[in-house]
């Protein structure tokens, strides 16, 4: 049977990170019962479309380390009456390093969590307060050493490509961060996203992004080192031992079913419309009020559902898979569009692109070769 994945979204942050363009906010008070609620009732009303046992749950915000372990531990319990559980199934929590989150940890397991993902973002203290972060470095140790004795697999995120990061600072950062023996990493290169603070400094010249040139240098360092300690990337910023990858994850990216549930949550199911299995996505509203307003009144928070072209399906399978380090199943796009699959195949541009050594075709898949992943917009743009 195909995958199915639930995500969960927890809108609420302690501060908002100067960087940050997630769906997150700042609230005095956030009344926990009416909020448990609104999600167990969204959750209810997603299990009517659409039933079948999920293999993956994922806690992301937002800071859902700031939920009460009873409320995880009531959605994970609707969710295996609802839908069923897969043996096997992940339940990943995203959690901020702050203190009062880390002597939840253990509560969190007992709710049914089997997998942290950590914000340490960063193991030099300026840079923490450079980032705006909440949590200090002591934090960050407490938090990653509490983890790894509580939970089996214990991820952790990181920011590199920060402004004066010079090449030795992020080596040494990185194999720092490696003595850890984690066996998951996201590695991510700072991004100016439109509307963040930091977008903003960088358009009056406050802060300066680093140079092209060294981000990619940082890039291949990055791989070269994680590739030596056996955690190579097995998407552009996602880096695992082998069968500890987040299940989760890879869901999204090979263009798997999910569910969204919570403020500005998005899904993407396959339902039978007239006769044939099409695909939908939804969206729902991304302020927290709205969407609880919304779910009391209508039992559901959903802004848009949209029945998607075969053409947007299949250029979405297409983004989404050529991240991964597998590539793209050309027996999942041929059961998507057999014609779009054809036509795509027989571009001049994907041709030169693959004398060129940026795309290559195997038997069974589609993808990106290391040179091209660095660089995979301007290869995607080129492609499409
Ligand atoms: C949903 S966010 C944050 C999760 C959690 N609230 C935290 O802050 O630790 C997931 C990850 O995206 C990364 N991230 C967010 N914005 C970024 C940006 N502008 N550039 C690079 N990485 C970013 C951070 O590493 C962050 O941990
Ligand atoms: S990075 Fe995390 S803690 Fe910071 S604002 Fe975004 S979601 Fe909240």
């Not at 609420?12 to 100067?18: G, L, N, Q, T």
């Not at 994850?249 to 549930?261: E, S, V």
Request: charged fraction near 25%; glycine fraction near 6%.
């Amino acid at each position: 049977m195909e995958p199915l994945a639930l995500y969960i979204h927890w809108p609420f942050c302690v501060s908002k990170c100067p960087y940050c363009d997630f769906n997150s906010h700042v609230r005095e008070r956030v009344n926990h019962v009416i909020w448990k609620d609104a999600l167990l009732l969204e959750l209810q009303t997603a299990s009517l479309t659409l039933k079948r046992p999920l293999t993956s749950i994922f806690f992301g915000g937002g800071t859902p380390s700031l939920m009460h372990p009873e409320t995880v531990h009531a959605l994970i319990e609707t969710a295996r009456v609802l839908f069923g559980f897969s043996p096997h199934i992940e339940i990943t929590l995203e959690t901020n390093p702050n203190s009062f989150e880390t002597q939840r940890f253990f509560d969190f397991k007992k709710a049914g969590v089997n997998r942290l993902s950590i914000g340490i973002q960063s193991f030099e203290p300026e840079a923490l307060k450079f980032l705006g972060r909440a949590h200090s470095l002591e934090e960050a140790y407490h938090a990653l050493e509490s983890a790894q004795k509580i939970f089996d697999r214990v991820s952790f995120d990181l920011i590199y490509a920060r402004p004066h990061q010079t090449l030795k600072q992020w080596e040494k950062e990185l194999n720092h961060a490696l003595e850890f023996s984690p066996s998951h990493l996201s590695l991510y290169q700072l991004t100016f996203e439109e509307g963040t603070v930091f977008e903003k400094k960088l358009k009056r010249g406050e802060i300066k992004a680093l140079n092209e040139n060294l981000s990619s240098l940082l890039y291949e360092k990055t791989q070269e080192i994680m590739d030596h300690h056996l955690l190579p990337s097995y998407e552009v910023s996602n880096h695992a031992q082998k069968g500890q990858e987040s299940r989760h994850n890879l869901c999204y990216w090979r263009y798997q079913d999910y569910i969204g549930i919570g403020p500005g949550a998005h899904g993407r199911i396959t339902q039978d419309h007239a006769g044939k299995q099409e695909k939908y996505a939804t969206q729902n509203l991304k302020l927290p009020e709205k969407w609880l307003a919304s779910v009391q009144k209508e039992g559901h928070g959903l802004e848009t559902k949209l029945l998607l072209e075969k053409e947007i399906v299949f250029e979405e399978a297409l983004l989404m898979g050529i991240r991964l380090k597998e590539g793209i199943s050309l027996e999942m796009l041929k059961n998507l569009s057999e014609n779009h699959l054809t036509s795509l195949l027989a571009r001049p541009s994907l041709k030169t692109l693959e004398q060129e050594g940026f795309i290559e075709k195997t038997s069974t898949h589609l993808k990106a070769t290391s040179q091209a992943r660095p660089i995979l917009n301007a290869v995607l743009a080129y492609m499409m």
